[in-house]
């Protein structure tokens, strides 16, 4: 069983509002596959390491360096946030002054 | 002209011996993409003006083909960026936005001179099986439209059994280039993890997904390929790749063994298990070997799948956060703009898996959940391996356990709509290589037959594919 308040905790954890009438849609959504993942418990795996995906043969490195960015692009990079000022990204401060 | 009759290749030659001009092609496939789209929904844009365009300068240029794809109208499932174009992994929360530069496939496509005719529609953010959770509305399968196209690209796949496009590029997570491939009754590859670089694809599950062609002919699937892959400075994960030689030699019938896993979850359509079956012994009498195989770990592929994907889906969905591009809900504190934003701009699959994703990585769930099934993948791999050591040319499998179902009808019912991957989830956590042709239909609808093969062996599942289809 996960709870009500389980739900509201993930989806505050993945920073998702949910209504309070669809938090019962979810209880419900999740639960049910979490009932069908539980049955990897009787799979055996001790001493088998977690998949590490394919091999990468070599790095692929670039120099740390300021490169100029043309100037049409930057406007567009910009004007794709919903919120400018100055040719800057304007967002809510993260801290809050007391 | 009759473009039902045409794929890449035909199309190259008949360009070649001047039979059409470009610009009469692409106005042929918009004739087609105006008289159904409406009612298929295949398309999130179109580029009209310039893809005539396009044809126009070719034309002009005289008949001097770069490539055998100069010329040839292509879609483009809506994760992939094209510079300058909207791109919107069919979700409200990127309704608007506009990629600023290309992916690495699509500058290969346009440096081959291919037409790429638009985008086309998709499950949200690639989550879904049916191709019905579109923040654009659902795609409707051409060859009965009360039936789903299958997903999540739903929309390459509806578009090329509709005759919009001659060829296309999906993406593949735990099927969704060979599931709706098959319910359309077209043709699908998911590459080799590594062999297509994946530079602006817009993420779901990067260990899982990687770009592959969809097309009307294994042989087209190979042409699409051949021009895709290979080594990107762009994609660490990306790898050099053998060439891929076309037309593709069909093997003889006699050289070729597949193995059938024993413990395979059988599907519950007795239809499909009973043609399945045939087409076995149909093949055995023309030569082909089957060898009964052991993947004791398979039957928790899917399981596996459904920990790892939405783990991984929820972290690269948390870049979506209504500051830097896409939709914001403007709210006093930051907190609260995140959880408006996406809130609301994520559809209600998309939230489940963010969620579930969420929740087996937090704490005292990792081992239980994710890290037990990294390590299921681990045995996965291990079983294939041990397979393939034995001689075996590729794993012969239906490409799903259903057949295209009708639109609404799983909707309400996860477990339901996540058996559709059963067949095909293996090959994703695996990275093999797996693609999907058509087999006979069952009541007017078509089926697909998929083969998985061994790591790079994109070439060798081609070829082995190309005998079947001349047998059955």
Redesign the interface.
Known sequence: MISKQK?KD??????????SKDIG??QK??E???D??E???E?N?KG????K??K??S??LRKDEVKKLDKV?RK??IN????QKDNF?K????FKNK | MNIKDLNILKTHQALKNKEFSFENLVKEFLKSIDKKETEINAFISIFKKQALKQAREKDKKGYKLKSVLDGIPIILKDNILVKNKKCTAGSKILKN??A?YNASVVEKLNKAGAIILGKGNMDEFACGASGETSCFGPTKNPVNTKKVPGGSSSGPAAALAANFALAGLGSDTGGSIREPASFCGVYGLKPS??RVSRYGLIAMAS?LDQIGPMALSLEDLAIMLSFIQGRD?KD??S??SNKINYPLKAKDPKDIILGIPKNLVESKNKELVKLFKETISNLQKKGIKFLKVELP?LK?AL??Y??IMPAEV?ANL?RF????????E???????????T???G?G?EV??R???G??VL?QGFYN??Y?????????I?QDFANIFKKGVNGLFLPTTPKIAFNLREKIGK??DM?LSDIYTVPAN?T?LPALTFPNKNINGLPTGIQIIGD?FDDEGILKTAKTIESLI
């Open positions: 739900i993930i989806a505050k954890l993945s920073r998702i509002k949910l209504d849609f979810y959504r999740i049910k596959i979490i069908y993942i049955e990897i418990k799979v795996t088998v390491a977690p998949y995906g394919k990468i043969k790095n692929i692009i567009k990079l794709n946030a919903p919120d990204l967002t809510k401060p993260i | 936005y506009k600023l993890y590594g260990s400075k660490l994960t790898l050099k770990h928790y399981r596996a459904n920990i929820s948390a956060d209504g500051i830097r591009y896409g939709l914001c403007k709210k006093k504190d930051l907190l609260d703009i995140y959880k408006e996406r809130g609301k994520f209600q939230k489940a963010i969620m579930l969420n929740y937090s239980k959940y890290l037990k099934a990294q390590k299921i993948r681990t045995l791999k996860p477990i996540y956590l990275g790591d």
